[in-house]
């Protein structure tokens, strides 16, 4: 049975799914005007004919830094101006600041690296299963 449109394999003499790999393999496809796509992951190079998750990851930060009021007037105004007085006289400039609690990224991710991910942000009780 003949793969009828598919693409041939260069003769590289690489091991079955290493051409994918191979330098002349990516540079062809960089000349043809297709940049291959890799795993943000793992890095692999992902073939032309495979499945590829896309995603996109925020991470912010938060922190209830206002405690609770002990005070009839609430005392909020004092532990905000607290709190604001500690971030102007501290080391960090807002670059490094805004680096502490945010954080995005977006890519592709392959088969295996979506399955790792997934198990890893799923909590415990959904992968429990039936006992």
């Not at 607290?82 to 890519?107: N, T, Y």
Request: aromatic share 4%; with cysteine; hydrophobic share 40%.
């Amino acid at each position: 049975m003949s793969d009828v449109g598919a693409r041939p394999k260069p003769s590289i003499g690489a091991v079955d799914g290493e051409w994918e790999q191979s330098p002349r393999f990516l540079a062809t496809l960089t000349s043809m005007g297709e940049r291959p796509r890799t795993c943000a992951a793992c890095q692999r190079v992902l073939a032309a004919h495979e499945v590829y998750f896309r995603f996109s990851l925020v991470l912010e930060g938060e922190q209830d830094v206002l405690d609770a009021p002990d005070e009839a007037d609430g005392g909020h105004g004092d532990a905000l101006a607290e709190l604001v007085q500690r971030l102007e006289a501290g080391p960090e400039d807002a670059d490094e600041l805004e680096a502490q609690v945010h954080w995005e990224r977006s890519g592709v991710a392959c088969s295996e690296c979506r399955a790792v991910a997934v198990r890893m942000l799923t909590p415990a009780s959904e992968n429990a299963g039936p006992h």
